[in-house]
């Protein structure tokens, strides 16, 4: 098997944790305090993924200015998608009132879509260098991704609109393998554009959990379940680290 094989093999992964982040969120969905905690869990994921292993990875490439620069980019471009998204017409389809949540719906999923190119990008990179830190990073990845992709789902399903959760679903579940067939091409053309697609990820994820997962958690109260999904974030967020690093030594 070649090395782009197998890095396409492992991108479908992505496939796989997309259906569960599906299944999960419709067995969860009239369960506040799950969403609650659901969300929680997920916006401390994304967070701690861009923090602690995106930027790092960008930074050395890059620098603090122009990372900063980038990481800026990925958060404005994800506001000024914010501001252009309309009223959508799925309001009027389904006669869903609550406007501001339809926007938070979009942005979640083109922030996840956004993030999820420079992770395929990222793990192509890794298996180029290493076929075992390959498969190590495409695990990585497909643990998080779990609760990225229920974050995306529970909003979604609240439009009640299953045609839009399966074209969001599967844009989601493709755009990993997309971003490492972009990471096998730039690695031949311009592979300095690794910590660019690190740092522009790391802005857009952070954006969709400050600016649309908290706000959105509040709408179900739950305060607790919220806190206690982001220990529990942090909890596996640290196992995953510890293992990853355990492995790769």
Known sequence: MSPAQAVLILSLLSVVTT?????????????????????????????????????????????????????????ALLWLVNLAIPHSHLVLEHGFSDTRLVKAVYVVVIGLILHDVPEGFAMANAYIASPALGWLVAIAIALHNLPEELAMALPAIALKSRRFL???????????????????????????????????????????????????????????????????????????????DAWAG
């Open 19 to 75: 259906a569960c982040g599906v299944l999960l969120a419709a067995l969860v969905r009239k369960n506040a305090e799950a969403i609650a905690g659901g969300i929680g869990f997920s916006a401390g994921i994304m967070i701690l993924i861009a923090a602690f292993e995106l930027l790092p990875e960008a930074y050395p490439a890059l620098g603090w200015a122009a990372a900063f620069l980038t990481v800026a980019s990925g958060a």
């Open 166 to 244: 399966l074209w969001a679903a599967a844009l989601s579940a493709l755009a990993e393998p997309a971003g490492a067939v972009t990471g096998l091409l730039a690695l031949e053309f311009i592979p300095q554009l690794n910590g660019y697609f690190m740092a522009f990820a790391a802005g857009a994820m952070i954006f969709v959990a400050l600016h649309e997962l908290v706000p959105m958690a509040r709408r179900y109260g739950h305060l607790g379940w919220f806190c206690g999904g982001l220990a529990v974030s942090v909890a596996v967020y640290r196992l995953l680290a510890w293992a990853t």
